[in-house]
């Protein structure tokens, strides 16, 4: 069974940073790309960041690009999103999720609010 | 970027209705559409993959339809446990991009 489990978030300063993980379990990490979304309080859901199941290409939402960086490392089935220059208008629920194309399973989320 | 249009933002179902929700598409996307639904708190269920194809392990009740720039998802006699949020994604080009969501309530 899929498990995705998101970790990291908390309250940070504006200009701040933060690094979230996504634990993977239940299929092989290694084969797979994955994504991060976000959906801040009251509003809909945005895709950040995609990265290839080798790390080969990344792909990034405009309003982040710059600031923020996916990665990942296949030994420890675990993804990554490096945070920087953090700005009020990044709070949010920030879900990682599987899949090659789309984003198929989704973790729970971890909630990263920007606030001074 | 490719802009989905969802509607109905929100609808009121009683259980036993065939229930429509829209997603329309600012330029061509063949089937690179996907489905999900989310309850609060829980994570997101993926239930229709490349516009038409049921996800395995989701019931049959739930359908999708369309090509191109419109596309529906159905639900047939919907039951008191589909209150949920549904919302589309296309995938056909970066920047993925999301419908604005549905809300579903059961009566």
């Known amino acids: 069974q899929v498990q995705l489990v998101e970790s990291g978030g908390g309250v940070v300063q504006p200009g701040g940073s933060l690094r979230l993980s996504c634990a993977a379990s239940?299929?092989?990490?290694?084969?797979?790309?994955m994504h991060w979304v976000r959906q801040a309080p009251g509003k809909g859901l945005e895709w950040v960041a995609f990265i290839r199941y080798d790390g080969s290409n990344k792909y990034y939402a405009d309003s982040v690009k710059g600031r923020f960086t996916i990665s990942r490392d296949n030994s420890k089935n675990t993804l990554y999103l490096q945070m920087n220059s953090l700005r009020a208008e990044d709070t949010a629920v920030y879900y990682c999720?599987?899949?090659?194309?789309?984003?198929?399973?989704w973790g729970q989320g971890t909630l990263v609010t920007v606030s001074s | 970027e490719t802009t989905l249009t969802q509607s109905p933002a929100f609808m009121s179902a009683t259980p036993g209705d065939k229930v429509n929700i829209s997603c329309k598409a600012s330029q061509d996307i063949d089937d690179d559409m996907n489905w999900y639904q989310q309850k609060p708190g829980e994570a997101a269920i993926f239930i229709i993959q490349e516009a038409t194809t049921l996800v395995p392990g989701i019931p049959p009740r739930f359908s999708g339809s369309g090509y191109g720039t419109d596309f529906t998802l159905t639900i047939n006699n919907i039951e008191s446990e589909d209150a949920a949020y549904y919302f589309c994604?296309?995938?056909?080009?970066?920047?993925?991009?999301f419908g604005g969501g549905t809300k579903v309530e059961i009566k």
């Open positions: 999720a599987m899949g090659s194309s789309g984003p198929d399973y």
């Open positions: 994604l296309q995938h056909d080009n970066f920047p993925l991009t």
């Open positions: 239940g299929f092989t990490f290694s084969s797979y790309g």
